[in-house]
């Protein structure tokens, strides 16, 4: 898809800022039209290898069929710290929301409610396809809930282990699994707790 006079953040809406097309890195450089794959249009910092992509253009590039390109090796260097701060979308100057990917390496991807646009800082779009994970799914409710789920058991194993120890725990999850294997485990637990 080309950036036409159609474009919202081109055609002089007022809600826009003029300068949407302004990277937020330090050198705040102008973006360049490029595509983030064939097929895939997207605006690019030429400084800090960021991309700005729409939705709808990334949504109609899987639904084309395009090819997906081989996972690539994946070197530290090419991303950013995990830490780093919400930044401002290009495109309407509105903070953006930061979304955990869950893989590995476990990315943020920003994204702007407003413009239905993310983000993509140097690397996370190679980090993605290294994952083997969509964009849609990653940004979805039913994902981001499932990681926020997975990170509150976390802290709360972490928690527990460190009220009764490590190896106290490792061995009640030993004692777990060889009940689950047993033909009645409700009548083994019986067994220990009351004696026979």
């Not at 990917?101 to 409610?113: A, E, K, L, S, Y």
């Given at each position: 898809?080309?950036?036409t006079k159609?474009?919202?953040?081109?055609?002089?809406?007022?809600?826009?800022?003029?300068?949407?097309?302004?990277?937020?890195?330090?050198h705040r450089?102008?973006?360049?039209?490029?595509?983030?794959?064939?097929?895939?249009?997207?605006?690019?910092?030429?400084?800090?290898?960021?991309?700005?992509?729409?939705?709808?253009?990334?949504?109609?590039?899987?639904?084309?069929?395009?090819?997906?390109?081989?996972?690539?090796?994946?070197?530290?260097?090419w991303l950013?710290?995990?830490?780093?701060?919400?930044?401002?979308?290009?495109?309407?100057?509105?903070?953006?929301?930061?979304?955990?990917?869950?893989?590995?390496?476990?990315?943020?991807?920003?994204?702007?409610?407003?413009?239905?646009?993310?983000?993509?800082?140097?690397?996370?779009?190679?980090?993605?396809?290294?994952?083997?994970?969509?964009?849609?799914?990653?940004?979805?409710?039913?994902?981001?809930?499932?990681?926020?789920?997975?990170?509150?058991?976390?802290?709360?194993?972490?928690?527990?282990?460190?009220?009764?120890?490590?190896?106290?725990?490792?061995?009640?999850?030993?004692?777990?699994?060889?009940?689950?294997?047993?033909?009645?485990?409700?009548?083994?637990?019986?067994?220990?707790?009351?004696?026979?």
């Open positions: 898809m080309a950036w159609a474009d919202p953040f081109l055609n002089g809406d007022t809600t826009m800022s003029n300068t949407w097309h302004c990277c937020a890195c330090d450089p102008a973006l360049s039209e490029q595509s983030l794959s064939p097929g895939l249009p997207t605006r690019e910092c030429v400084e800090c290898n960021g991309h700005w992509v729409r939705l709808d253009d990334h949504r109609e590039w899987v639904a084309s069929g395009a090819p997906q390109a081989e996972a690539p090796e994946l070197a530290e260097h950013p710290e995990a830490d780093s701060p919400a930044r401002a979308c290009p495109a309407c100057q509105r903070i953006m929301e930061r979304l955990r990917t869950g893989g590995q390496p476990d990315i943020r991807i920003d994204r702007c409610v407003h413009c239905h646009a993310v983000w993509l800082d140097g690397g996370e779009w190679a980090a993605l396809q290294f994952q083997q994970a969509r964009l849609d799914d990653v940004l979805s409710d039913m994902w981001q809930r499932q990681l926020r789920e997975a990170q509150a058991q976390e802290r709360r194993d972490a928690q527990v282990r460190q009220r009764h120890g490590a190896e106290c725990i490792d061995e009640v999850l030993r004692i777990r699994q060889w009940l689950q294997q047993q033909a009645e485990p409700g009548v083994v637990l019986k067994l220990i707790r009351n004696g026979w």
